[in-house]
C-alpha cells in the first residue's frame, strides 16, 4: 500500500521521500499499530501535530502576500474556511488519499477512511512528514499544486463579500465611481445565466458568470480583485 502511495506521489506530485518510514507513518492509524505490534511501527499524530502549525502558516503567508490592503478581520476568516477540517478533508480526497490509510480491521470495516476528521487529520500529518523529510520548499510546491488554485476556482467564495472587499480596495485613496452592467442573460427562466461586467470610473475591469445577477456581479468582482493583487 505504502509503496503504490510512493509511486502515486511521484507521479502525480513530483515528490520522492528519501525516507519512507516517515511517510509510512503519516498514513498509518494507531488501531493499525495496535494490530500490529510486532513490527514497532508509529502512527500519523506527531507528524499530524506539526503538519497542522505549517499548513497554518504557509497559508497564512500566502494570503498575507496576495491580498495586500485585504484587512486582518477578512484575512483570518478566509484562512479559517481553507485551514479547517472540512477543507482538509476534501483536498485529501482530491488527492487519493483515503485508499493509502492503513487502517486495524475494525476500522476498515467501519469504513473510516470515509470521515472527514480522519481524512483531515491525514492530509496535515502528511504535510507533517514532507516538511520534515525535505524542508519548506517541497510543502509549499505542494499546496501551490492543491491548495491555493482553489482561491482561484472560488471554492472559498462564501467567506466574504467580494463586492465590498473591492469596493474598499478601489476606494481606499478616494471615491471610485463603480457600476455593475449586465452584458448578456441567455437561457430558460429555471436555468438562465448572467453575465456581468464590473467598471470602475468607466473602464471594464472584469467579468463573471453567474446563475442569478447577484452571483455574476459577484464572480466579476472576484475577478477584478485577483487581477488588481
Known sequence: MI????????????????????????FTQASYVNEHQDQQLKYYERVEFLGDAVLELVVS????????DMPQGKLTRLRAAMVCEESFASFARECDFPKYIRLGKGEQKARAWERDSLL????ESFVGALYLDQGREPVLKFVHQV???KLDEGRFDGVFDYKTT???YLQRD???AIE???????GPANER?????VVADGQKIGEGRGHSKKEAEQSAARQAYSQLQ
Do not use: H, W
Request: charged fraction near 30%; hydrophobic fraction near 45%.
Open 61 to 68: 503567508e500566502y494570503l498575507y502576500k496576495r491580498y495586500k
Open 166 to 168: 473591492l469596493q474598499e
Open 120 to 123: 483531515c487529520d491525514i492530509f
Open 193 to 197: 445565466s448572467y453575465e456581468v461586467a
Open 174 to 176: 478616494g471615491d471610485v
Open 147 to 149: 491548495i491555493f488554485p
Open 3 to 26: 509503496t503504490e502511495l510512493a509511486a502515486m506521489l511521484k507521479e502525480r506530485f513530483g515528490i520522492v521521500f528519501n525516507d519512507p518510514a516517515l511517510l509510512a507513518e503519516a
Open 180 to 186: 455593475y452592467q449586465l452584458i448578456e442573460q441567455e
